[in-house]
Nanobody, 122 residues
Framework: QVQLVESGGGLVQAGGSLRLSCTASGRTFSSYAMGWFRQAPGKEREFVPVISWSGGSTYYADSVKGRFTISRDNAKNTVYLQMNSLKSEDTAVYYC???????????????WGQGTQVTVSS
């Protein structure tokens, strides 16, 4: 069992930056790929990036490529999402998730955090 807690969301102006953190409980964090997803009001949950269990492989959605960076520190049981050059369309609740496959599909993930709100004002 893995419990995930996100933090770092907030209100930022367009062009600004935020760093989200997701801290996991349990001793098996390092065996999971970790993904970030987001969901805006009235929209489906959307894949953002994913990082492999070792941190050696990452994959990004086209909409955030070049602006967002995912990383992880297995010693701290934490995955990060550095978000730069934020746009109003990045406004959403951001969720971290743990899974075995490293997929971009929400259904492939076993554990989810409660989400953290990111609001980008234009």
């Amino acid at each position: 069992q893995v419990q995930l807690v996100e933090s770092g969301g907030g209100l930022v102006q367009a062009g600004g930056s935020l760093r989200l953190s997701c801290t996991a409980s349990g001793r098996t964090f390092s065996s999971y790929a970790m993904g970030w997803f987001r969901q805006a009001p009235g929209k489906e949950r959307e894949f953002v990036p994913v990082i492999s269990w070792s941190g050696g492989s990452t994959y990004y959605a086209d909409s955030v490529k070049g602006r967002f960076t995912i990383s992880r520190d297995n010693a701290k049981n934490t995955v990060y999402l550095q978000m730069n050059s934020l746009k109003s369309e990045d406004t959403a609740v951001y969720y971290c998730a743990a899974g075995s496959s490293g997929s971009n599909l929400p259904g492939e993930y076993d554990y989810w955090g409660q989400g953290t709100q990111v609001t980008v004002s234009s």
